[in-house]
């Protein structure tokens, strides 16, 4: 049985690709392609897509595009293809309602696998994904079994100055000192942290925090 996909990217390059990629494979029948949030959502209806490719870091989607697509076509399943994810990305695209997660440097055959084996109901990571998440500490089974949401994940003003600390090489008393907290609740602050990120050590923390410009890299370049 034939796999209906839906491509969506904002970039023309992008789409001529992945049309070639799959020009050549029987089981993928590729049924419409969207630019944007609202044509996406046209084509949910129009096209009833088994699966749809998705840049959701792309100008003119997000992971709203996705969340709105899974409550408009219920059967449809979203495998995610970006660049490199930080774990924040990979972890709101999975509680968006995303299946499956490729990066666009992915192997052709890893990305027809990805949109075969999603629409056969089964979930897809390409091995550079993988790697990637376990370089950063990410726990990925449980982000996985974790619940779709409406709400991307945030931290709080208290969470953002606690990591922030915890990247500048402050121990937990001195973050407690510093914040007027005491030595548990910078722990729980901590533990909160992590488990809303997806990550379960403190080079992960640092990692997210440099990512997310809530520390200058600089700082670590000349550390001996």
């Known amino acids: 049985m034939a796999v209906r996909t839906?491509?969506?990217?904002?970039?023309?390059?992008?789409?001529?690709?992945l049309r070639a990629v799959f020009a050549d494979v029987p089981r993928i029948e590729v049924v419409g392609e969207a630019r944007d949030h609202i044509e996406l959502q046209a084509q949910l209806v129009r096209t009833k897509p088994d699966v749809v490719l998705i840049d959701h870091t792309a100008d003119g989607f997000g992971v709203q595009a996705i969340r709105e697509g899974v409550r408009r076509s219920k059967r449809t399943r979203f495998v995610a293809i970006t660049p490199d994810p930080s774990p924040l990305t990979f972890r709101n695209a999975m509680?968006?309602?995303v299946t499956s997660y490729i990066k666009k440097d992915c192997g052709i055959d890893e990305i027809i696998?990805?949109?075969?084996?999603?629409g056969d109901g089964q979930r897809f990571f390409?091995?550079?994904i993988v790697e990637a998440m376990q370089r950063a500490s990410v726990d990925m089974s449980r982000i996985?079994?974790?619940p779709l949401s409406c709400d991307p994940v945030t931290l709080s003003d208290r969470e953002v100055e606690v990591i922030a600390l915890i990247a500048e090489g402050l121990s937990y008393t001195e973050i407690a000192e510093r914040l007027h907290l005491s030595g548990h609740t910078v722990?729980?602050?901590?533990?909160n942290i992590m488990q809303k990120i997806g990550v379960n050590n403190s080079a992960a923390l640092v990692m997210y925090a440099v990512k997310n410009g809530l520390v200058?890299?600089?700082k670590f370049l000349f550390n001996v």
Do not use: F, M, W, Y
Request: with cysteine; net charge neutral.
């Open 6 to 17: 839906l491509l969506a990217d904002h970039g023309e390059l992008a789409l001529v690709g």
């Open 95 to 97: 509680r968006g309602g």
């Open 113 to 118: 696998d990805a949109v075969l084996q999603t």
């Open 126 to 128: 390409c091995g550079k």
């Open 144 to 146: 996985i079994a974790e």
């Open 187 to 191: 722990n729980t602050h901590r533990r």
């Open 216 to 218: 200058s890299p600089n």
